[in-house]
């Protein structure tokens, strides 16, 4: 199924139905008296999270939701019918917004969360409702109220507790396949990742929503590559894993490059904890890994995780440290409270 995280859609709840004018016309009755009933209330639209979807590709090919008009009153008192509601079911950490795309509507981030986008229009009162000691017969009747439409926008932000940043064959794909279930497409050139990835991931008998974004170049943020346009797939993550490939010629350079598309992107995204981690810890020689780990330290004062996602060295430690994150989070204390959770590839 093709992934789609954004799309606009029209919608149009139902008007309410007219009240009707009547009078009782029987046999051996006379002057029956007004009996028009009521006419029923327009459907509302609803929008609602469910588990089991993870992408709005349905509102590709259907953008348009109008719900009927409700029944008309008729005589005898018989009020017109409902018109059913339209339940808009979309996945779970889904924002709707307001047409200009800017102003939230709703955040949809758990799973039975639901919000009413358009409210259906009352019926209108039969003339019987209108009957009264000084105006025994009334021949008028009021409309149905008309419904509200308008257009939204659906925007898809998945809901990940940790989730992987960098350059372009850093290894994020092959981390996130080693560590849980997920496989994502892995490939020794660029942009293999085209799509975010969520995997499950299970450390210190807890577990966590790993999610691995396509990979960001130097002027992401001004559309270079596959641009910045997945980057809010992170936004709802308690802590990010920053992933630099050992092997490149300048570790310090790439990681400069990442956190310089973070801030373009979101400063809030960028204050986020961030482990880093020194990936293909394989394809280096012991030497070669430290003089590369002591010019890192040295240039950006931090001491990086030194990991390697084929092979599996220290990745363990990595998840469990990512979890030790996660964990005061859910917890609901600060970033603060968890700034001395751990010292070693650590950025508060």
Not at 113 to 121: F, N, Q, Y
Not at 250 to 269: G, H, T
Request: charged share 25%; glycine share 12%.
């Amino acid at each position: 199924m093709k992934f789609l995280d954004e799309a606009k859609i029209y919608v149009r709840s139902g008007d309410g139905g007219a009240g009707s004018v009547s009078f009782r016309r029987e046999k051996f009755i006379e002057m029956g008296g007004p009996d028009g009933g009521d006419g029923g209330k327009g459907g509302d639209i609803w929008a609602e999270a469910v588990d089991g979807l993870n992408t709005l590709i349905d509102y590709r090919y259907q953008q348009h939701f109008k719900v009927r008009t409700a029944g008309h009153g008729m005589g005898r008192l018989r009020a017109g019918a409902n018109s059913p509601d339209i339940v808009i079911k979309v996945p779970v950490g889904t924002q709707i917004f307001e047409e200009d795309n800017e102003t939230l509507i709703a955040d949809l981030d758990q799973a039975g969360a639901r919000v009413r986008l358009a409210r259906g229009g009352n019926g209108g009162f039969g003339n019987a409702y209108f009957k009264s000691a000084t105006n025994r017969a009334p021949r008028h009747a009021n409309p149905g109220q008309e419904g509200e439409e308008r257009w939204l926008w659906l925007r898809l932000k998945l809901i990940a507790d940790a989730g992987l940043v960098g350059l372009p064959n850093a290894g994020k794909s092959t981390l996130l396949a080693a560590v849980s279930a997920a496989r994502p497409k892995i490939a020794d050139y660029p942009f293999t990742t085209l799509i975010p990835q969520l995997g499950v991931v299970r450390a210190a008998g807890q577990s966590f929503v790993l999610a691995d974004i396509p990979g960001l170049i130097e002027g992401a943020h001004l559309g270079h590559g596959l641009g910045t346009k997945f980057l809010g797939h992170v936004e709802r993550c308690a802590v990010l894993l920053h992933l630099i490939d050992a092997s490149a010629d300048d570790p310090v350079a790439a990681y400069r490059i990442i956190r310089k598309e973070l801030q373009a992107y979101s400063p809030v995204l960028a204050e986020k904890p961030e482990i880093v981690a020194l990936n293909k810890s394989d394809l280096l020689t012991a030497a070669e890994l430290t003089k590369k780990m002591n010019d890192f330290k040295r240039r950006v004062k931090l001491t990086p995780l030194v990991i390697s996602g084929a092979t599996g060295d220290n990745v363990d430690l990595a998840m469990k440290k990512l979890l030790t994150v996660i964990a005061k989070a859910r917890q609901g204390q600060t970033r603060e409270d968890a700034e001395g959770v751990t010292t070693e590839g650590w950025r508060p």
